[in-house]
């Protein structure tokens, strides 16, 4: 099983929301609708979706990074204007969120949210500022890994994903529920970015690769 | 330092939860609407998503995809901004303070053999994969005795999907996590 369970006790939160019950598999499968997906198109995405350190008039605090990688389906063929969409805490480790209480400071240069639609060969591509990790209240001492929230749209509505981009090398992996609810240790690590010097530029920010394969559905080779 | 995600296509991305704090990117002015209030045939689709101790849960967020009321389905782009007019099927509302939300869409004719029905997926935090489920039309009793879904389903279990009519084109439709009245959630 590559995504976690629905109940997972130590991610207090899964407690009263996992459903209590066997999920329905309907004995023909998805049906059209949910085999095909929503479109959308550049024209819904601002000029500067995609750098989330040019939403506002200064620089933002923190360490620049270039975010970047291919959708795929399992048999490697990119996904092609899919909608990527990202939101992250800041360098402090600071959501734009009313109810993050975090004690760190907010970015007036940072907002943290942004989106693209993946090009020909499935590609998408941010500038971002490298987020930091920030504390939670599940468990005594409980600190979130440093990462970006991923949402993508594939070519059905049954590959919908939403998911987390993890920065390499990080301590707090095996202190954190949420990326340890993985049940495999192989596929844990697919959610770990990779440095990549070819992605770096010089005299302006680090390079990440990460790239984000979603599921088949059945009846895809229809 | 260049270990891990190897370039070659690789194992399915493992899904995380969206977390609490998705509301300032996620969400989007149109989201709910995905067509105007103006349009004759428009309908409001109301609801509250609640979690086991029967609380609401107030960062949830929902999402539809649909056939337009002839029951085609869209492949216009649309589904952020909208122009009023034409029909992209696809919306999106995070869950209020009282674990609310709304569409404003219309309803969807009939695809294939199913009963018409909106496809709903729900992600909230906690939710480490989001949940699957489909919203059905009280008035559609008929269709919905040779619906393919439905006539699986126990009759104990089957109302979970369907929404109750509240007013003229005004619709209810709960999403309970756990619980007796347990939606019917979908594996595919």
Known sequence: MTHPPYLYPGYKSTTLRAPGRELVMPGLGPDSIELTSPVFGHQELGRLDWDLTRQHPGEPLGERIIVTGRVLDTAGRPVRGALVEVWQANAAGRYLHAG????????????????????????????????????????????RPAHIHFSVFGTAFTQRLVTQMYFPGDPLFAFDPIFQSIPDQRDRENLISRFDMDTTEPEWALGYQWDIVLGDTPMEDR | MTESTPLRPSPVTPSQTV??????????????????????????????????????????????????????????????????????????????????????????????????????????????????????????????????????????????????????????????????RETVFLVF
């Open chain 1, 100 to 143: 993050d209480q975090h004690p760190a400071p907010l970015d007036p240069n940072f907002t943290g949210a942004g989106r693209c639609l993946t090009d020909d060969d499935g590609r998408y591509r941010f500038v971002t500022i490298k987020p930091g990790a920030y504390p939670w209240r599940n468990h005594h001492n409980a600190w």
């Open chain 2, 19 to 180: 977390g609490p704090f998705f509301g300032y990117a996620l969400p989007y002015g149109e989201g709910p609407r995905v067509v105007p209030d103006w349009r004759p045939d428009a309908v409001r689709v109301r609801g509250t998503v609640y979690d086991g101790a029967g609380e609401p849960i107030p960062d949830a967020l929902v999402e539809i995809w649909q056939a337009d009321e002839n029951g085609e389905i869209p492949r216009r782009p649309g589904g952020r901004v909208r122009d009023g007019h034409g029909f992209s099927g696809f919306g999106r509302c995070a869950t209020d303070p009282a674990g609310g939300y709304w569409f404003s869409t219309v309803k969807p004719g009939a695809v294939g053999g199913h009963a018409p029905y909106v496809s709903v997926l729900v992600f909230a935090r906690g939710l480490l994969k989001p949940v699957f489920t489909r919203l059905y039309f009280p008035e559609d009793e008929a269709a919905h005795a040779a619906d393919p879904l439905l006539g699986e389903l126990p009759d104990e279990r089957r109302g979970t999907l369907i929404a109750e009519r509240t007013a003229e084109r005004e619709y209810r439709f709960d999403v309970r996590m756990q619980g007796d």
